[in-house]
């Protein structure tokens, strides 16, 4: 079992910055990718970004130039950088971890961005 711890959530104003951290433990060998994805009341929940053991990354259309996802893995953390942040931002954010083709979840972190 993994288990996976977000912080770093909260209310920002528009164009302002968050920095979101999720941190691993448990049987942690053998992490591959993690990620993270959000869900906004009413709305499916969605990529936003991902980044592999190996350091490649992806990001959902929405948030590229604006969100830099980074791994510590002697820390066996994820950051996700999140700056000029949108009202559209809001929704909860969780960390999500595959390991040998299992995905584990966080239990999320609120952010709103107000207008």
């Known amino acids: 079992q993994v288990q996976l711890v977000e912080s770093g959530g909260g209310l920002v104003q528009a164009g302002g910055s968050l920095k979101l951290s999720c941190r691993a433990s448990g049987s942690i060998f053998g992490i591959n990718a993690m990620g993270w994805y959000r869900q906004a009341p009413g709305k499916q929940r969605e990529l936003v970004a991902t980044i592999t053991s190996g350091g490649s990354t992806n990001y959902a259309d929405s948030v590229k130039g604006r969100f830099t996802i980074s791994r510590d893995n002697a820390k066996n953390t994820v950051l996700l950088q999140m700056n000029s942040l949108k009202p559209e931002d809001t929704a909860v954010y969780y960390c999500?971890?595959?390991?040998?083709?299992?995905?584990?979840w966080g239990q999320g972190t609120q952010v709103t961005v107000s207008s």
């Open positions: 999500n971890a595959l390991r040998f083709g299992l995905i584990y």
